[in-house]
């Protein structure tokens, strides 16, 4: 069962960062390392929430039970650096499979850049960089530029978005796209995190660290 991010908590501090691309089996005598790099990843997210009311502390105590009975978590991500002019009209302009990382949206007059976030289906999603295709494909007997971007698949027009991580899954043209609300479907990342430690039985700021539910 997926609960949502209770209203009540909000984390006086927060990471939310990718992780697990790659393995390594440790440096040698000489100061080599050989990577495996996976390409899929996951997010994992800190939260240090201040505890000082009954209204939280009982969200609080209600989200750690459901968390550590094996519930997840529509996790809100709270990033002060959002879209300029972000809104819940964006959308998917083009159809794209589970794994892909191209996709082409119709922002809806938000301003992206790479380096922002964006959710679809309740997946959190990275922008890495932008490219603006103009529609039309490349013909047999046309010169070919190598300043020009080619995407690997059809994308449609619009503006394409390299991404991280690739896709949960996959995606319909006119699919919505929100660049204000941030959410990241999460489980916890240790069953001993959290405790509500309560100072004086009333304040308390702890800590959980939540990580992508794949």
């Not at 209203?7 to 089996?25: N, T, W, Y």
């Not at 997840?72 to 964006?90: L, M």
């Amino acid at each position: 069962m997926t609960i949502q991010w209770p209203v009540a908590l909000k984390p006086r501090s927060m990471s939310h960062e990718l992780r697990s691309f790659a393995l390594s089996g440790g440096r040698s005598i000489v100061g080599t390392e050989q990577r495996v790099f996976a390409g899929v990843g996951r997010w994992e997210i800190t939260y240090e929430v201040p505890v000082h009311t009954r209204a939280q502390a009982l969200a609080w105590r209600a989200l750690l039970a459901h968390l550590r009975a094996g519930g997840d978590v529509s996790a809100k991500v709270f990033d002060k650096w959002r879209a300029v002019g972000g809104s819940d009209s964006a959308t998917v302009t083009a159809a794209a499979s589970k794994g892909a990382t191209v996709i082409a949206v119709d922002p809806a007059g938000a301003t992206v850049e790479p380096g922002l976030h964006f959710s679809i289906a309740g997946r959190l999603y990275r922008i890495l960089d932008i490219q603006v295709d103009e529609g039309g494909d490349w013909e047999d007997g046309e010169g070919w530029s190598d300043a020009e971007a080619w995407p690997d698949e059809d994308v449609g027009d619009g503006i394409s978005l390299r991404i991280l991580p690739p896709l949960r899954a996959a995606v319909a043209a006119s699919q919505p796209v929100s660049f204000s609300d941030l959410r990241c479907l999460c489980v916890i990342g240790d069953m001993q995190g959290g405790d509500l430690d309560l100072d004086l039985g009333r304040f308390a700021t702890p800590t959980i660290t939540l990580v992508e539910a794949l």
